[in-house]
Every structure is written in structure tokens, then in C-alpha cells.
């Protein structure tokens, strides 16, 4: 009798098991922890995806504005090429990344040469994090 049903117990744990595996594919299940990406904010990534685009578009923008700016071509091509720039995505545009830090995704008071805000800066240079990097002493 014992077996009869430990048999069915395991048919019946493998069906279960079966079926979960099934509904998974169709349905995720919901993430029970907190998710962690590379990145600090949605800031970040807004500047990442500008710094990409102008990266991709950067060839065609240059060659784009050269044939624009040059005054020995005819005027009708200077006007099709602004209006092939204006076409271009808006994030392709260069002057729209910011400088942020790369650890905190603060704007303001980077340092450029090595993209980190200048709290954290002190921070790494006071604990010699930095290599090459000491206070000043005299």
C-alpha cells in the first residue's frame, strides 16, 4: 500500500514540476530581489545612450555639416543637407552630453581627465585609491 502511494506521490511531484517548468516560459515569475545595474540612475543611462548615438552618428553629422558649410556649393544642396541634419536624432547631437561622474552620476564639479566628481576625487586621492594622485604637502 506504502509503495502504491509513493509511487503516486513522485507521478504526481513530476507532473507539478513539469508543469511549473511550462508556465515559466509563458509567464516569468516576478523578480523577488532588488535588481542592480551598472549604472547609478536613469540619469547615466540618459547620457550612456547620448554618448552612443553621437558615437554611431558622429561620421555622417561631420560630413553632413562640411558639405553645409562649404559656400562654393550650390545653395539648394547646403539647403537638402540642414534638412537631412534636422532628420538625425535629436541625442545624436554632441553638444548634448554632459560631463557626469562615473561612480555617483554627479553633474557638476567633474574632473575631466579622469570623469570623476571632485568629492570623490578627494576621496580616492585621501585614501590613495589613485595612482599617481597625492596631496599636496609643503
Known sequence: MRSSNSV?????AAVALALRSALRQFFPMPCAGQIRSYYVDW???????????????????????CIRKNRILPKELQEITDKEIADLPRDSCPVRIHNRCVLTSRPRGVKRR?????????HLADHAQLSGIQRAMW
Open 8 to 12: 503516486a506521490i513522485g507521478k504526481m
Open 43 to 65: 540619469r547615466m543611462v540618459r547620457d550612456v545612450k547620448r554618448r552612443k548615438m553621437a558615437f554611431d552618428y558622429a561620421d555622417e553629422r561631420l560630413r553632413l555639416n
Open 114 to 122: 579622469w570623469r570623476l566628481s571632485r568629492i570623490v576625487f578627494r
